[in-house]
């Protein structure tokens, strides 16, 4: 079995250079030392869908019009079949309009919302359930190749997380090659970029793999399922919930990939074993995050 090499850069990727999504922020240390830090931005954005305003929410600011339309299909407001006439984002208003051929009214749809356990306020509309249960994913495979392959690529390449810290990171991959890496300070807003950037390419979710750095919880199985991904991983862990509504649909569900492990606990089907883990290399000490020793 050959070595990891470095996967293909993905088609898009956050700027960890752009300074509209870092602030430097002065302060003390614990000797009293005088500090200077990067933290990630935080500001609204206002979504309507044509005339009717649907949510604000807070985000670093990149790719407004990928998430605006990942939010709208995610919350099932915007079937895929529909046709996007315009998406129009004002920076200076920090507002982002789609416009669609047909007419819409979500106000009974609005009045229903369930806080979710995303960071950064999650809120889902409407039955939770309405859009995946009829959904049938495809027939896929993850090699364990892919899968090293694919987090070592992640945790390797330059990211707002590395730069500062406290924020969320999801890529959507094929095989063992990440093509789109998202962030934001949750991690529903980085899932809904990337089924933004789906939709308006075209991308099919057949052979696709979902990665986050959240947790595997219910409002991450629904949106992937609801993006017709047959797989989802993470390098957290699980909630009750999130596994068994994976093991309704048919979703597999990998959780607490780092370095040379992990676990599955939905869809094991879909794995072949063809990794030889001597050539598999430990998680550097750089790329660990905040609290998940408690997941061992």
């Known amino acids: 079995m050959m070595k990891i090499e470095k996967a293909p850069i993905p088609l898009i990727v956050p700027n960890p250079d752009d300074p509209r999504l870092t602030e430097r922020v002065r302060g003390t240390d614990q000797h009293g030392a005088a500090v200077e830090i990067k933290v990630p931005v935080e500001r609204p ?10 949510v604000t929410m807070m985000t670093i600011g990149d790719y407004p019009e990928y998430l605006a339309l990942g939010y709208l299909l995610n919350q099932n407001m915007l079937k895929y079949g529909d046709v996007v006439t315009e998406v129009e984002y004002h920076d200076d208003l920090q507002v982002v309009v789609v416009r669609t051929e047909h007419n819409t009214d979500f106000e009974q749809k609005l009045k229903k919302r369930t806080q979710t356990s995303g960071c950064a306020q999650g809120t889902a509309f409407g039955d939770l359930m309405e859009a995946v249960e009829s959904v049938a994913l495809p027939k896929a495979e993850l090699r364990t190749s892919w899968l090293y392959q694919m987090t070592h690529a992640i945790n390797t390449m330059p990211s707002l997380y590395l730069e500062a810290g406290a924020i969320h990171g999801c890529a ?10 998202t962030e934001d300070v949750g991690r529903h807003n980085a899932v809904d970029k990337i089924a933004g950037w789906m939709f308006q390419h ?17 409002e991450m199985v629904i949106k992937t399922v609801r993006m017709g991904i047959p797989i989802l991983v993470s390098r957290s862990g699980f909630t009750a919930w999130g596994v068994e509504l994976a093991r309704q649909v048919g979703l597999t569900l990998v959780g607490r990939t780092r370095g040379k492990r992990f676990i599955a606990l939905s869809g094991q089907e879909r794995l072949v074993y063809d990794q030889n883990l001597d050539y598999v290399e430990e998680e550097s000490a750089r790329h660990k995050r905040k609290g998940e020793a408690r997941d061992d």
């Open 172 to 181: 959507l991959c094929k095989q063992g090659a990440p093509i789109c890496y």
């Open 45 to 54: 954005l206002t979504l309507y869908l044509n005339a009717q305003e649907i």
């Open 202 to 218: 075209g991308v099919d979710p057949a052979d696709k793999i979902m990665y986050t750095t959240g947790r595997l919880t219910s």
